[in-house]
T-cell receptor
C-alpha cells in the first residue's frame, strides 16, 4: 500500500491565488520530508527539506517566501505556493525517508496549473 | 562529485526483450542505490534497490547489477512488457552531517513495443 499520501492530485488556480499541497506519511513518523519539483521530461529537482518543528531548508534558487513549507506534525508537511503565477505551473512531489533504512518513498504528485 | 550520470536517455525495446539502463556515480560515500519507475502524471515508485555490499539483486524480472570498483550500476528488465513503458530514474543516496541526500539521474524513457 501507499506509504505517502499527497493531496490534491491536481489543482487549477488563477494567477495571484495561493495553493496548499498536503503530504502525509502513512506508515511511520517522519521527522524529515522532502519537496521536489519536476518539469516535463526532466528529473526531480529538490526544492526544500521539511523538518518537523523547525524551519525548512531551501535549496539554492528556491524562494522561501514563494514556497512556504510547514511541518507541524510527524506525519504532515504542507507546501503552499503563494501568489501563484503561470511560471509556477509544474508537478510537485513530496517524499519521506524511513528512519531505519533510509529508504525514500514518494507521493503521487500534484499537478499545479496556474492560469 | 555529486552527479549521477544515467544512460540512455531513451530506449525502445521489443516485447520480450531485455531493457538495460546504466548509471554511474562519483562520490564513494553513497551507500544506497535505488531505481524508481514513473508513469506519466504519477510520482516515482520504488522499483528495486541495492546496497554496495552486494553485486547483484534480483526481484522478479528486475535485476540490479552493481560494480563498486567502477562506480557503476545498471537495471536489467527481463522479458520486457508494454506495461513496463515508463520513465526510470536511478539514484544514489547517503546520510552525511547535513542529513539524508539523494542524487537522481536524468531519467530514461523506456518504450516497449508490442
Amino acid at each position: 500500500g501507499a506509504v505517502v499520501s499527497q493531496h490534491p492530485s491536481r489543482v487549477i488556480c488563477k494567477s495571484g491565488t495561493s495553493v496548499k499541497i498536503e503530504c502525509r506519511s502513512l506508515d511511520f513518523q517522519a521527522t524529515t520530508m522532502f519537496w521536489y519539483r519536476q518539469f516535463p521530461k526532466q528529473s526531480l529537482m529538490l526544492m526544500a527539506t521539511s523538518n518537523e518543528g523547525s524551519k525548512a531548508t531551501y535549496e539554492q534558487g528556491v524562494e522561501k517566501d514563494k514556497f512556504l513549507i510547514n511541518h507541524a506534525s510527524l506525519t504532515l508537511s504542507t507546501l503552499t505556493v503563494t501568489s501563484a503565477h503561470p511560471e509556477d505551473s509544474s508537478f510537485y512531489i513530496c517524499s519521506v525517508v524511513t528512519i531505519a533504512k533510509n529508504i525514500q518513498y514518494f507521493g503521487a504528485g500534484t499537478r499545479l496549473s496556474v492560469l | 562529485q555529486q552527479q549521477v550520470k544515467q544512460s540512455p536517455q531513451s530506449l525502445i525495446v521489443q516485447k520480450g526483450g531485455i531493457s538495460i539502463i546504466n548509471c554511474a556515480y562519483e562520490n564513494t560515500a553513497f551507500d544506497y542505490f535505488p531505481w524508481y519507475q514513473q508513469f506519466p502524471g504519477k510520482g516515482p515508485a520504488l522499483l528495486i534497490a541495492i546496497r554496495p555490499d552486494v553485486s547483484e539483486k534480483k526481484e522478479g524480472r528486475f535485476t540490479i547489477s552493481f560494480n563498486k570498483s567502477a562506480k557503476q550500476f545498471s537495471l536489467h528488465i527481463m522479458d520486457s512488457q508494454p506495461g513496463d513503458s515508463a520513465t526510470y530514474f536511478c539514484a544514489a543516496s547517503m546520510v552525511d552531517t547535513g542529513g539524508f541526500k539523494t542524487i537522481f539521474g536524468a531519467g530514461t524513457r523506456l518504450f516497449v513495443k508490442a
